[in-house]
């Protein structure tokens, strides 16, 4: 295959062609508007063409579906690596819709079809299984959220987390109080995480003026005016000495 020259959809044909008779099945194109058929006893196999992975392909692919449940999508060897996150997720989508997938790419002075894996039913809750860590994740990020401060979709903005809430939190008693020790922040409601967050200091919110002690730094103070609805939640939600005792 001239390197110089630029496949078309027909050039992915004979690579897999080969494969599928290697396998010993009898391959026919173009077959009620199926762009590969493969027979083999009572096996039919039915393989989609595309120069891209679109949705489209897999549309039509998932029509297919109703004839077969031997169906492969079939593309040209993308130019990132297969090791990446980026085709582990399509592999993924693919798996998900129950197709095979083959990629076609240049060996020698022609081609060759590479089967990534063959069409198999999607088992669901074993891929659930798999994800009880990120489920988890997600459940405790919004448990540590007091409210829905971000607009889904947003790019390029500044998103409130769980973590930056409870900052915030601690920044506020110690405008409303002044120098503070992490236990008496707990006390005030503060929770476990207290320590940890003053002592790493991410935003630069917090001076520590003793052993023990910390206050709002300048850049604290200026910072936390642009939440005054957390502010004024926190405010309100603050445990005071008074009722503590």
Sequence with gaps: MNEGKKLQEKDLYKPIQK????????VYGEVKDCDMVAVKGEELAIIELKLTLSVDLL?????RQRITNQVYVAIPKPKYRLNSRRWA???????????????????????????IFHPSPFHSKKSRGKSKGKRAA???????????FNIGG???????TAYKENCIQIA???????????????????????SSILTKNYYGWFDRIKR????????????????PELLDYYLKNMIKDDEST
């Design 154 to 160: 947003s790019n390029r903005t500044k998103i409130m």
């Design 89 to 115: 997720d399509k592999c993924h989508f693919i798996r998900r819709l129950e197709l095979g997938l083959i990629v076609v790419s240049p060996s020698g002075k022609g081609l060759k079809a590479d089967l």
């Design 19 to 26: 494969y599928f008779s290697r396998e010993g099945y009898d």
């Design 172 to 194: 506020c008693f110690l405008r409303e109080s002044g120098p503070l020790s992490p236990k008496a922040l707990l006390q005030m409601g503060s929770g476990d995480k207290t």
């Design 138 to 148: 997600i459940l405790k990020e919004i448990s540590g959220r007091s409210a829905d």
């Design 59 to 63: 549309i039509q692919a998932a029509k």
């Design 212 to 227: 023990g002690t910390y206050c709002l730094s300048d850049q604290g103070a200026k910072d936390i005016l642009e939440y």
